[in-house]
C-alpha cells in the first residue's frame, strides 16, 4: 500500500506542476526568458588549462552571429577537433546563450526547456507555440538569445529533420533566435535536411603542428613529439589522450583499434557493390597511392601535404558519399568525406599509417610519387 501510496503522490505532484503551468503560463514563461536572458557558457572555461582558442573558428562565428539578425549556423568536422570547445569559447562571457544537447530521437522544444531547467513535468508540455512565447519575452527584456544545438546521431540513417526543422522555423523564418548547430562527427551533415542558401557551414580541421604544440605546452607534455604527430595526427581529442598515459602507450592502444578498422572497412560485407569491401579497398589504395599527409618522422612537410582525392576520381567504382557514409559509419570508420572541397580523406593519421601498413606495396608507390623529383643538381645544390 505504502508504494501504491508513493506513486499516487508523484502522479498528484506532476499533474500538479502541469496543473500550474497551464493555470499561470505567462510566469512560466517569464521565468523561461528570464533563465535565458542570463544564461552563459562559462562552464567551459573551468576547463581553461585544457582549451586552445580556435581564432579562426571565432572570428568567422561571432562575425556571422554579429552581422546576421538571423544567424542559422552549421559547424563540423570530424569528432574529436574541437568543434564544440570552440563555439563554447567563442561565445563565452555572452549573455543569451543556451547550449543545448539532443539525440534525433528528442524533441526540440522539450530538449530546449529542460536545458533552461524548467521542471520536468512543465519541460515535457513545452510545444514550439510556447517556447515561441518564452523567445519573443526574452527579445522583448533587450536579449539576444542564440541557442548552441549539439546533435548527435547515435544510429545509420537517423536524420535531424524535425529538430533541424523546429530550430530553423524558430531562426531564420521567424527571427525569434540564432541558432549554432554542433554535428557531432562530418557525416552527420548527411542526416541534415538540404538547405544550403539558408545555412552558413563552418567546417573544423584539425589543429596544425604550430597549434599542436602550444596545445601540448599548455598540458604539460614531454617533447619530442615527431612521433606522436606521424603515428597519430593533430587532432586535439588524440593529443589530450596521449598526454594522460603517455604518447607511447597511446599510439600502441591507437594502432590496435585502427589496424581492425581498416582490415575490416576493406572486406566488408554489403548489398551494394559499389559500397562494400572491394570498393572501400580500392578507395584505401588510391588514397595512399594519390594522397599524402606531409609526416615522417622527421617532421611535417607542409610542400608534400596533399590529404585529399578527389570525388569525381571515384565516381566509378564508388557510391555516393551520402550512401557510403551511412554504410561505414557504425562499423570502420576509416575514411571520411571532406565536404569543402570535394574530396575523400583518411579519417585520421593514425587510419593513414593503418593502411600503409596493411598495404605496403600501395604505400611505397604513393611515397614515391610524393616525394620531390631529383634532377641533376640536386647532388650539387640540394
Not at 521565468?31 to 542570463?38: F, S, T, V
Not at 572570428?59 to 563555439?87: F, I, M, S, W
Not at 521542471?119 to 538569445?145: F, H, I, W, Y
Not at 610542400?303 to 557510391?319: F, H, I, Q, R, V
Request: glycine share 8%.
Amino acid at each position: 500500500m505504502g508504494g501504491l501510496a508513493a506513486v499516487v503522490t508523484t502522479l498528484a505532484a506532476v499533474a500538479g506542476i502541469y496543473a500550474a503551468y497551464e493555470a499561470r503560463p505567462e510566469t512560466i514563461e517569464n521565468r523561461a526568458a528570464e533563465a535565458l536572458l542570463n544564461s552563459k557558457t562559462d562552464e567551459v572555461m573551468e576547463l581553461a588549462q585544457a582549451i586552445m582558442p580556435r581564432p579562426r573558428l571565432a572570428g568567422d562565428l561571432t562575425k556571422h552571429l554579429l552581422e546576421n539578425p538571423r544567424a542559422y549556423v552549421v559547424v563540423v568536422g570530424p569528432r574529436g577537433c574541437g568543434k564544440t570547445t570552440g563555439v563554447l569559447h567563442a561565445l563565452s562571457g555572452k549573455a543569451g546563450v543556451l547550449r543545448v544537447k539532443m539525440t534525433e530521437h528528442e524533441d526540440a522544444c522539450v530538449a530546449i526547456a529542460k536545458a533552461l531547467r524548467m521542471p520536468d513535468g512543465v519541460a515535457d508540455a513545452m510545444t514550439q507555440t510556447k517556447l515561441e512565447s518564452v523567445l519573443r519575452k526574452t527579445v522583448e527584456k533587450g536579449g539576444d538569445p542564440t541557442i548552441i544545438a549539439e546533435l548527435n546521431r547515435g544510429a545509420r540513417s537517423e536524420e535531424f529533420v524535425l529538430q533541424v526543422g523546429v530550430l530553423k522555423e524558430l531562426c531564420v523564418d521567424k527571427g525569434l533566435v540564432k541558432v549554432v548547430i554542433v554535428l557531432g562527427d562530418a557525416d552527420a551533415a548527411f542526416a541534415m535536411p538540404e538547405d544550403f542558401a539558408r545555412q552558413y557551414v563552418i567546417w573544423v580541421n584539425d589543429f596544425n603542428e604550430d597549434d599542436a604544440h602550444i596545445y601540448l605546452d599548455k598540458l604539460g607534455a614531454p617533447q619530442p613529439r615527431n612521433e606522436l604527430f606521424y603515428e597519430a595526427g593533430t587532432r586535439p581529442m588524440d593529443l589530450w589522450a596521449a598526454t594522460q598515459g603517455g604518447f607511447l602507450r597511446f599510439i600502441a592502444l591507437a594502432r590496435g583499434q585502427v589496424d581492425k578498422k581498416v582490415r575490416t572497412l576493406a572486406h566488408l560485407k554489403c548489398d551494394i557493390p559499389e559500397a562494400s569491401g572491394p570498393a572501400f579497398k580500392r578507395l584505401i589504395v588510391d588514397l595512399l597511392e594519390n594522397t599524402s599527409d606531409g609526416w615522417s618522422l622527421q617532421g611535417f612537410d607542409k610542400s608534400a601535404e596533399n590529404l585529399g582525392l578527389p570525388c569525381s576520381s571515384t565516381d566509378e567504382y564508388l557510391e555516393a558519399p551520402e550512401v557510403v557514409a551511412d554504410v561505414y559509419k557504425d562499423r570502420s570508420h576509416a575514411v571520411l568525406y571532406h565536404q569543402p572541397s570535394d574530396t575523400w580523406r583518411f579519417h585520421s593519421t593514425s587510419h593513414r599509417r593503418a593502411a600503409e601498413r596493411l598495404y605496403p606495396e600501395a604505400a611505397a608507390r604513393g611515397a614515391a610519387k610524393s616525394r620531390p623529383r631529383s634532377t641533376w643538381w640536386s647532388p650539387i645544390f640540394g
